[in-house]
């Protein structure tokens, strides 16, 4: 498959039953049952794990085997795409959420992969908007879906400049949002419950990505990554939007043939083929995804 969608699923289900077996359902339930039933979230998520992982590679082989490991720090990214990191390289990675009910369920579910990891995995709660690691403190930080999430008014934009503080100079920076041909702020439910997230146009991505990161960066790549228009996508979507979270949980086995089917990419900011949402979220929208990579200046 064009993104390795068989070897995420694959590794995925393998580090939840392996949970499963040693834990049970300490972890909580739904992190558990998810963990077997649901290893990657979403059909969306396998070329950000794909491109991603390869920034990672690319940076392990130019490093060489004499050199201290990568420092990686995530920013409340996917706890799985960490664990698959350490798993299959030198690393050090410090993997961070602002709630410990993001980031504490996960520490029972790393433990019986640690032993056959090539790398090493520190949990601790951060805020990207102020985050409280050194200037230059690590080789590699990326935040997968995350930052469109972090409310006011310039939020993200405060979240995308502290993680370039903390890169060392000539570091690499590799960020994903949503992304759609028209600006929209989602929100639904309240108190405990509240969602909200961004989707981005190519003038907010401007605005609140690249314009908050001149002078210093050095170079920038962006891919957009795009659902090829079809009727089975569209069908898949009102799928998605008409059952109960819990029963597409079941149904996550799903997700490396949708991937496969509906995913493609593209190089540079190109409006998405296909896409439909609005101001009020639902499981049933349809928009693409943005990865934007920048490295670090020498002398910033």
Not at 92 to 113: C, E, F, H, Q, R
Not at 117 to 129: C, I, K, M, P, S
Not at 185 to 208: A, M, N, W
């Given at each position: 498959m064009k993104y390795r969608e068989g070897g995420y699923y694959r590794f995925g289900l393998a580090a939840g039953l392996s949970s499963f077996v040693r834990n049970g359902f300490s972890p909580g339930f739904r992190v558990s049952a998810s963990a077997v039933l649901q290893p990657i979230n979403s059909y969306t998520r396998f070329p950000e794990f794909h491109f991603m992982e390869?920034?990672?590679?690319?940076?392990?082989?130019?490093?060489?085997?004499?050199?201290?490991?990568?420092?990686?720090?995530?920013?409340?990214?996917?706890?799985?795409?960490?664990?698959?990191?350490?798993?299959?390289?030198?690393?050090?990675?410090?993997?961070?959420?602002?709630?410990?009910?993001?980031?504490?369920?996960?520490?029972?579910?790393?433990?019986?992969?640690?032993?056959?990891?090539?790398?090493?995995?520190?949990?601790?709660?951060?805020?990207?908007?102020?985050?409280?690691?050194?200037?230059?403190?690590?080789?590699?930080?990326?935040?997968?879906?995350?930052?469109e999430h972090i409310e006011g008014t310039a939020g993200d934009a405060a979240a995308v400049r502290e993680m370039v503080r903390v890169l060392k100079p000539g570091g690499r920076l590799a960020v994903?949002?949503?992304?759609?041909?028209?600006?929209?702020?989602?929100?639904?439910?309240?108190?405990?419950?509240?969602?909200?997230?961004?989707?981005?146009?190519?003038?907010?991505?401007?605005?609140?990505?690249?314009?908050?990161?001149q002078g210093q960066i050095d170079w920038e790549n962006l891919r957009t990554i795009d659902r090829r228009p079809s009727f089975a996508l569209r069908a898949y979507h009102r799928l998605r939007g008409g059952l109960p979270e819990s029963l597409m949980t079941a149904l996550g086995g799903l997700n490396p043939l949708a991937s496969a089917a509906f995913n493609r990419d593209r190089r540079g900011m190109v409006e998405p083929r296909i896409a439909a949402y609005g101001g009020f979220h639902r499981f049933g929208d349809i928009y693409g995804d943005l990865i934007f990579t920048a490295r670090k200046k020498a002398g910033a």
């Open positions: 390869r920034e990672v590679a690319a940076l392990v082989e130019d490093r060489g085997a004499d050199r201290p490991p990568l420092r990686i720090l995530d920013v409340g990214s996917p706890k799985l795409f960490g664990f698959i990191l350490a798993r299959r390289y030198d690393i050090d990675l410090t993997t961070t959420d602002i709630n410990p009910l993001n980031l504490d369920p996960y520490v029972p579910l790393w433990a019986p992969l640690r032993r056959r990891a090539r790398g090493r995995v520190r949990f601790e709660l951060r805020d990207a908007r102020r985050l409280s690691d050194p200037d230059g403190s690590y080789d590699f930080v990326y935040a997968m879906s995350v930052v994903s949002v949503p992304f759609g041909p028209v600006f929209k702020e989602q929100r639904t439910g309240r108190g405990d419950l509240r969602f909200f997230q961004r989707i981005y146009d190519p003038c907010s991505v401007e605005k609140h990505i690249r314009e908050p990161l």
